[in-house]
């Protein structure tokens, strides 16, 4: 399943690299968005209808069972939480002015290092589960506390120009001034200098560790099963590119999303703390998550059906 999964994302990358357009600059339109945003939805879920059937088949109809309904909710989770990566996003793209047709370079880079990085914390957060169970009980109190900071900040924006990561970069690269395009780098006077839009990219990657940091613990509460965990991630990961050009021209009237997210933080982190009194179903997780979030959803789009709130 493993050496599937991976050649599938492989494949899937590729396509989306050399086939669909992805080394040329253009604008994503909002029903493209919508399209390749139904695409990675519509996989996830057959990947979930085959996951179930192959393990229906192999270990029995009750682990497949109780496998797809850990997947279905380990997804919704990391695709929920993704939603915040937008909003930085946003941000930061706004932030450094660059042009719509050369946003979608930048995410499909950005990508491809989550997919390597989480890949890599998943695997280390396996094994130190599976050695220091009681770490998990590290994670859920980061998350409660996680949350507990978001409700507070829900409405305060992170002022870039403070970023450590930005002025180490700034101070230790030869930074090319002006608009270059979609490039990275350019040479100017025989020398190889990073242009503005390879800072974009560097704040993107951490800001992806950064939630990935909350989202890989939060999806551990769910289940400690790496190939699970694995796999929703990516499938949330891939599709994020897609949700950003979705929601880009509508963020704003899904401002009190991000109490939705938080409480989501809280509660699983909650939910991780009390395992040794109570061990929540995975259903009434599934349940309480699609709740909390459908609310803010709603509650968002009342609170904005004569337009976006002004900004601050």
């Known amino acids: 399943m493993w050496a599937a999964f991976i050649a599938f994302v492989l494949i899937m990358l590729a396509l989306d690299l050399f086939v669909f357009g992805g080394r040329k600059a253009h604008k994503v339109s909002v029903k493209e968005a919508a399209l390749w945003s139904l695409v990675w939805v519509s996989l996830a879920l057959v990947f979930n209808a085959g996951l179930w059937w192959h393990l229906s088949g192999t270990v029995g ?165 790496p190939f699970i965990v694995f796999s929703s991630n990516i499938f949330a990961i891939m599709g994020l590119r897609a949700l950003y050009f979705l929601l880009a021209d509508v963020a704003e009237r899904f401002h009190l999303l991000k109490y939705g997210l938080a409480m989501v933080l809280t509660f699983i982190g909650t939910k991780m703390l009390i395992m040794p009194w109570y061990h929540v179903p995975v259903a009434a997780s599934l349940a309480i998550v699609a709740v909390l979030i459908g609310s803010s959803v709603i509650a968002s789009l009342i609170a904005t059906r004569n337009g976006p709130r002004p900004r601050p």
Do not use: C
């Open 61 to 225: 109809p009750e682990v497949a069972d109780r496998k797809a309904l850990e997947f279905l909710t380990g997804y919704l989770i990391e695709k929920s939480l993704s939603v915040d990566n937008v909003f930085i996003f946003l941000l930061i793209f706004s932030s450094f002015h660059v042009a719509p047709e050369y946003q979608r370079r930048v995410l499909i880079y950005g990508v491809l290092g989550a997919i390597v990085m989480r890949a890599i914390m998943i695997l280390a957060g396996a094994w130190v589960v599976r050695e220091f169970n009681w770490v998990l009980y590290i994670f859920g109190f980061f998350l409660v506390v996680t949350g507990m900071r978001m409700l507070v900040m829900a409405e305060k924006e992170p002022d870039l120009t403070k970023n450590p990561v930005l002025r180490f970069a700034r101070q230790h690269l030869r930074i090319a001034d002006g608009d270059h395009g979609e490039k990275f780098t350019v040479l100017k006077d025989g020398v190889r200098h990073f242009t503005p839009l390879f800072l974009v990219l560097i704040l993107i990657e951490v800001t992806d560790l950064v939630f990935a940091v909350d989202s890989i613990p939060a999806i551990f509460a769910i289940t400690t099963d």
